[in-house]
């Protein structure tokens, strides 16, 4: 892959589009039973780890950085996708091929958003999902650690993170109406290719916890549609703070558009075995699901309490949430000034709904507190050599300790 070629995946999505279907012709579930199984679990992990290294290093050779994507799925979210894999993966009795692909896939799935906006995707059937696939595909293809059958089964669990429950027909911004199809994600038994659940698995654990109202709130920076209730709405910063809960008629009827509490609460109800997306949970992972679900909602229902704060408090509150977003939850170049700019929305707001989203930063920063705590405790007991991320970070223990 060259220059020409990246900037070809974010601008020409005609190309792109045919490049991505070449890979799904080019994909085989069989692909899985292929793979490098004989590793021990912990081989396997150092493997995924080194072939992480490789790929962010082509990335940064290629003129790509992870630094500068937009707050809520850059730096901070791969370091947390990355921690929250290591987290359930050494615990997964399941073949090591499927916990390698798992940890890369898991890390660098959102990798695509360095190449084009991340809320640009109602207009686009190739969107950072794909584009991510296809460039650790081609960047990785003269990688001499990795089998064809390792990099093309990477690239389809990266692009297989944006679990497709139906087909959409999507309405380009380049005129032409293009069919996006659910990714295969099982055998021919119809039994799940872990390898994929595991990347889908890292990404969700992001969207469930304590982790997820900060992440979302730095996407309100600016105006934008985003996937919410499995349709593209508006996303508008004094809509989404209103800090009220409504019925799922009344949402309708307000067009499908979710204020973020109620954005939250859909992403925790999904957070359960019968949901579709939770239908394979198992393990390890499926009980820091169920304790990170326990925290979001304990976040989501302190909006009912009526704080009595002062000034003085939410000023506090407000600047250990900022320092939060800047240094933990999006430590990017972009994250200081959309933190300034979502601080000026703020006091904008009416001053009930202040002193209520004050009491909700205050609970989420104390969840976040536990949640990184444990993060950390958990690595301390790993080799020292998985502490870093090179070019991201030197100690990622670091990165996740609170900073406020």
Request: some cysteine.
């Amino acid at each position: 892959m060259d220059t020409q070629n990246l900037k070809d995946l974010a601008s020409n999505e005609a190309r792109g589009w045919e490049r991505m279907q070449a890979l799904r012709a080019e994909f085989k579930p069989e692909l899985f039973d292929s793979l490098d199984h004989s590793l021990r679990t912990e081989s396997a992990i150092d493997k995924g780890i080194y072939v992480v290294d490789c790929a962010l290093e082509k990335c940064r050779s290629l003129g790509l950085d992870v630094k500068n994507i937009e707050p809520g799925h850059g730096v901070g979210h791969l370091v947390r996708d990355y921690v929250n894999a290591l987290s359930f993966l050494p615990d997964m009795q399941v073949s090591s091929g499927n916990i390698f692909v798992g940890l890369v896939a898991g890390t660098l799935h959102d990798t695509g958003c360095a190449l084009i906006d991340r809320y640009s995707e109602s207009g686009r059937a190739l969107r950072h999902a794909e584009v991510g696939s296809l460039l650790f595909h081609d960047a990785m293809k003269d990688c001499r650690d990795l089998s064809d059958a390792e990099r093309i089964a990477i690239a389809w669990s990266i692009a297989a993170h944006t679990n497709y429950l139906n087909p959409q027909e999507v309405q380009c911004a380049d005129g032409i109406t293009r069919r996006v199809e659910p990714y295969q994600d099982c055998d021919k038994d119809g039994k799940p290719l872990f390898g994929i659940q595991f990347a889908r698995w890292a990404d969700r654990m992001d969207c469930n916890g304590p982790t997820f109202p900060a992440r979302h709130y730095l996407t309100l920076v600016k105006s934008h549609k985003d996937m919410s209730g499995g349709q593209f709405v508006d996303m508008e910063f004094a809509e989404q703070m209103k800090p009220i809960i409504r019925s799922p008629d009344e949402i309708k009827a307000a067009g499908g558009k979710r204020t973020m509490l109620e954005h939250l609460a859909l992403y925790a109800t999904s957070q359960t075995n019968e949901s579709p997306y939770g239908k394979y949970d198992s393990g390890r992972y499926a009980e820091l699901r169920d304790e990170a679900r326990g925290r979001l909602y304990a976040i989501i229902d302190s909006y009912k309490v009526s704080p009595n704060l002062s000034e003085g408090a939410q000023k506090i509150i407000l600047d250990m949430w900022d320092k939060c977003l800047i240094h933990n939850i999006e430590p990017s170049r972009n994250t200081p000034a959309a933190a300034m700019a979502l601080r000026d929305k703020f006091q904008a707001l009416d001053d009930k709904t202040r002193a209520t989203w004050c009491h909700i930063f205050r609970v989420t920063l104390g969840h976040y507190d536990a949640w990184a705590s444990q993060r950390i405790n958990a690595m301390d007991k790993m080799p020292k050599h998985r502490y870093s991320l090179p070019g991201i970070s030197q100690d990622i223990r670091k990165q996740i300790s609170p900073a406020y």
